[in-house]
């Protein structure tokens, strides 16, 4: 049974920072495109983040670009976000997702499994 479970969610205010987690068990992790998600309330769904199978390549949503770092420890079968000087915009939930494509970074229904997600909350 595939499982991805994040965690490092929370309260922060402006301008802190927060590193989530995304432990994935059930599949072979480094076969697998990562990416990071998140939903505001009343909002879509959207891409944040992605890395490819070995981390050689990234790619981000424009409004991250120079905050956010995307990584991987495929020995601990584990995807990370740092995310710096956050704002309040960047509230929502957090999901980290697994995707089988290969040569490109997939679009958000080419992820074939999700975890349940994590709050993060940044105050003005």
Do not use: H
């Not at 802190?16 to 769904?45: D, H, I």
């Not at 995307?70 to 697994?98: F, G």
Request: proline content about 2%; some cysteine; glycine content about 10%.
């Amino acid at each position: 049974q595939v499982q991805l479970v994040e965690s490092g969610g929370g309260l922060v205010q402006a301008g802190g920072s927060l590193r989530l987690s995304c432990a994935a068990s059930g599949l072979t992790f480094s076969n697998r495109v990562m990416g990071w998600f998140r939903q505001a309330p009343g909002k879509e769904r959207e891409s944040v983040a992605a890395i490819s199978r070995t981390g050689t390549n990234t790619d981000y949503v424009d409004s991250v670009k120079g905050r956010f770092t995307i990584s991987r420890d495929n020995a601990k079968n584990t995807v990370y976000l740092q995310m710096n000087s956050l704002k309040p915009e960047d509230t929502a939930v957090y999901y980290c997702a697994a995707s089988r494509v290969r040569g490109y970074f997939p679009n958000m229904n080419e992820y074939s499994y999700w975890g349940q997600g994590t709050q993060v909350t940044v105050s003005s």
